[in-house]
């Protein structure tokens, strides 16, 4: 007596929209990131994994046609996150302003460019999906 249950969740309705994968996204690498840098005056492997997360989600509960925004915007927000937080705390010193934010993209890298490729690939394989097929009915 065994049932097959699917493992896909349920979800009410068709998705998110643009403009809300935008939102939950920012916000949610947002608040790790800071949260790791107060904690640990520097990024690492939570945000990495956060960042991760947030692709996948935006990925997987989008509406159809926003594989886009989902894949652009993760690294955005973290670049905007970490770079008030740079500017907050070390003031407009271009130099150690600058130094602060590259190393903090640098650490972020691994992380940045492994989500990049599961999204772009996520959102080709979409658009390849999307087209018709070249098979000729002769």
Known sequence: MSTE???RVAISGPGLKKQGIVILQTLFIAAFTLLELRIRSGVGIVTGIVLCLALFGGVRFGRKGTRYVSVVTPPLAFAATVLVNVIITDGIKISRAGIDFIAALASMAPYLI???LFGWFMYFNEKAKSRPSR????
């Not at 098979?135 to 002769?138: A, F, M, Q, Y």
């Open 5 to 7: 249950t699917s493992n």
């Open 114 to 116: 492994i989500s990049a």
């Open 135 to 138: 098979k000729s009915t002769n």
